[in-house]
Structures are given as structure tokens and as C-alpha cells.
């Protein structure tokens, strides 16, 4: 099977990139209104102040992001993908060890622009991070 062949394919909350997958990133919910998912840190997501890595919260917001607007593009019957043009991460609170759990709203679903919150807690319930991340909608090629 090639990419492309699975470009619009409907993803199920248990499916991820192979790059979530390298995270340990865990889809629980995954609908056209939201996403919810979740991640164990694990020593090689931390920085060299044995931190959570920024970087680390800025995938995790961009792939809930991507999924759930994927997901919303998806179920309108046109098919079609979504591609990230802009995230914007804030980083509210330094975790070493314990879960990250993400929520993923819609802000604007339009006919070519989607715009998404993101906000990321630990065990406590405590954010830790929260982003916008902003996706262009494109045809499907069919």
C-alpha cells in the first residue's frame, strides 16, 4: 500500500502517523467535533533539565489538531485532506514525569480554513500547554 492510497481514508481513534506512534501519542476520542488523547512521559521526551520538551507539546497539538479536522473535512461527504499552516504553542507549566492528556475544539470550520484549541493537562488536571493550530483544507483528487 502506497501514502497516497490511504490520503482519505478514515482514521479510528487507534490509528496514528508513524510519528505519534514514535511519541507513544494515543488517540482515545476522535470525532468530526473533537479529539481527546493521551501520552505517558517517557525519559526520551525530555529535555536536558529532565523537562518535557517543548517540541514534544507541539506535536502532540498539531496531530490532535490534524486528526480532528481530518476527521470534520471527512465526514462532509467531499472527501479531501487537511494540512497544518500554523501552530501556535504556548508552553504554561514544566512536567517530568506522569501523563499528558489533550483536548482538541474547533474554533472556525470553514470551506478552506480550519482553526483548532488544543489544550494539553498533566495527572492533576493542571495545563501544561495550549495551542491554536491553524489547517488549509484541500480537495480530494478524485
Not at 506522569?98 to 472556525?108: C, D, E, F, K
Amino acid at each position: 500500500m502506497q501514502p497516497q492510497d490511504t490520503v482519505n481514508t478514515p482514521k479510528s481513534p487507534s490509528t496514528t502517523a508513524p510519528f505519534d506512534s514514535e511519541l507513544g501519542l494515543q488517540f482515545t476520542e476522535l470525532s468530526p467535533d473533537g479529539a481527546r488523547a493521551q501520552l505517558e512521559v517517557k525519559p526520551k521526551l525530555l529535555q536536558p533539565m529532565g523537562l518535557v520538551h517543548g517540541g514534544v507539546y507541539c506535536s502532540i497539538i498539531e496531530s490532535m489538531a490534524s486528526m480532528a479536522a481530518y476527521t470534520w473535512l471527512n465526514s462532509r461527504g467531499s472527501g479531501g485532506n487537511v494540512v497544518g499552516v500554523n501552530n501556535n504553542t504556548d508552553f504554561l507549566r514544566s512536567i517530568s514525569s506522569g501523563m499528558v492528556y489533550g483536548t482538541a475544539a474547533p474554533i472556525h470550520r470553514g470551506r478552506r480554513q480550519q482553526l483548532w484549541l488544543v489544550t494539553l493537562t498533566d495527572d492533576t488536571e493542571r495545563e501544561v500547554a495550549r495551542g491554536q493550530v491553524r489547517l488549509q483544507n484541500l480537495a480530494s483528487d478524485s
